[in-house]
């Protein structure tokens, strides 16, 4: 079974703290990628990367940088957490080629206050 | 106006119901339909996915595209309790199946 790991369920930050969500995937997936999911607005992506040390920006990377040093972890930064990006945020993986079947980690509700 | 519209509910159905959940979208790109269901505090997991249009049916659940009308659905036979979540529809073009665009959600409560 594929697992997708995320370091925290729950995290609650102070307004212009750095924030890092880890994500750790087991099955040497390619693409990893990671979204917040908002009431109203569904699922969108932040960022992903399709390879060690390569980033592409979805459609939200304002407030976000990511890093991905090794094949298995893809973490997310937030330089300076606000108040919008209270949310929760969803880590996902996926084999080369086969980018529609993406299996996601259980998810990190953040709150910033 | 979003790529992808799928409406929020909640959707209410009494146990053995036929459900019926739909996506609608525009972009005309889209070759991969898939539908992820989320329970509650879990992350998604993909239900079905459909390549270009036609029907898909796997047990109980069946996937419909029709490519025409830029129209996509899934339908839940004999609907059970243990259905009850959070329905996803997401779409992707050939070029770029990686990148997923969702709907926002149906929300389904199978009551016993």
């Known amino acids: 079974d594929v697992k997708v790991t995320q370091s925290s369920r729950y995290l609650v930050k102070r307004t212009g703290e750095k924030v890092f969500l880890e994500c750790v995937q087991d099955m040497d997936h390619e693409n990893m990628f990671w979204y917040r999911q908002d009431p109203g607005l569904g699922l969108r992506l932040i960022y992903f990367?399709?390879?060690?040390?390569?980033?592409e920006k979805g459609d939200i990377p304002e407030g976000y940088s990511v890093s991905r040093e090794k094949k298995e972890r893809f973490s997310l930064i937030l330089e300076s957490a606000s108040t919008n990006q209270t949310s929760m945020y969803l880590c996902?993986?996926?084999?080369?080629?086969?980018?529609?079947?993406?299996?996601f980690g259980p998810g990190t509700r953040l709150t910033v206050t | 106006q979003k790529e992808v519209e799928q409406d929020p509910g909640p959707l209410s159905v009494p146990e053995g119901a036929i459900v019926s959940l739909n996506c609608t979208y525009s972009?005309?790109?889209?070759?991969?339909f898939m539908w992820y269901r989320q329970y509650s505090r879990k992350g998604p997991e993909l239900l079905m996915y459909t390549y270009s249009s036609g029907n898909k049916e796997d047990g109980r659940f069946t996937a419909q595209v029709d490519k025409s009308s830029k129209y996509i659905s899934l339908f839940i036979r004999d609907s059970q309790p243990s259905d009850s979540a959070t329905y996803l529809c997401a779409m992707a073009s050939s070029g770029n199946t990686g990148k997923l665009i969702f709907g926002q959600g149906t929300t389904l409560q199978v009551k016993p």
């Open positions: 972009n005309s790109a889209f070759q991969y």
């Open positions: 990367s399709y390879d060690v040390k390569m980033k």
């Open positions: 996902a993986s996926t084999p080369a080629g086969t980018g529609y079947e993406q299996y």
